[in-house]
């Protein structure tokens, strides 16, 4: 994910409308809590489009980098 952008997180939300340009990836939760059944990622570029749905619905979250990447070493 590149340093600029910003992720995209939806937890068991797949009716939601969201812009047409955001492409999003579903997992099935397999925890055994049992707390997420789906989860939806996508990497924004620019959170604006989203940003008030994520005000509105406590299912959607937008994350921003804080650090650099973290590397193993050789």
């Not at 789906?38 to 650090?67: H, K, M, N, Q």
């Amino acid at each position: 994910m590149p340093a600029d952008a910003y992720l995209l997180l939806l937890r068991d939300a797949r009716e939601l409308r969201l812009p047409a340009d955001i492409e999003v990836d579903w997992l099935h939760g397999v925890g055994l809590d049992g707390t997420m059944e789906e989860c939806g990622l996508a990497v924004l570029s620019d959170p604006d489009p989203v940003l008030d749905l994520a005000r509105a619905d406590d299912r959607v979250r937008v994350f921003r980098p804080i650090s650099e990447k973290v590397r193993a070493t050789q």
